[in-house]
């Protein structure tokens, strides 16, 4: 089994590309390099993280480290969202709140994801 069969690794990937094209299409051109460059990098890490948590998936204590930071990404990620929303760079509601929606699944699957490794140590093959 490949990371990339993981739910939490497939839904994490369509909000990367979606939250890249947000930046690109949806915000001020300022913002590409404040606020917007903040936010790809953070919904990036929370897939890197995950990718790098499952490779160390052997060792317990590693992988679940990977995903607290991949986890803790993915709330950084919602506070961007939520500051361009607050500043008005982003000024789509439905799209903030669509995007806000997933990530707090997101957070919540990386959670479970998270108890599961700690209670059994699932080592996905």
């Not at 990036?44 to 590693?62: A, C, D, F, P, T």
Request: glycine share 4%; hydrophobic share 35%.
């Amino acid at each position: 089994m490949s990371y990339k069969n993981l739910e939490v690794w497939k839904t994490t990937r369509d909000l990367v590309l979606d939250i890249h094209h947000l930046t690109l299409k949806k915000l001020p051109a300022f913002e590409m390099y404040e606020e917007g460059g903040q936010i790809r990098r953070s919904i990036k890490s929370v897939k890197s993280n995950l990718v790098e948590g499952y490779g160390r998936r052997h060792y317990k204590q590693e992988f679940i480290r990977f995903l607290i930071y991949s986890l803790a990404s993915c709330d950084e990620t919602i506070d961007h969202l939520e500051t361009l929303w607050e500043t008005k760079s982003l000024r789509d509601e439905s799209l903030f709140q669509e995007l806000h929606k997933r990530l707090e699944l997101l957070g919540k699957k990386l959670n479970l994801l998270i108890q599961s490794v700690e209670k059994g140590h699932m080592s996905p093959r």
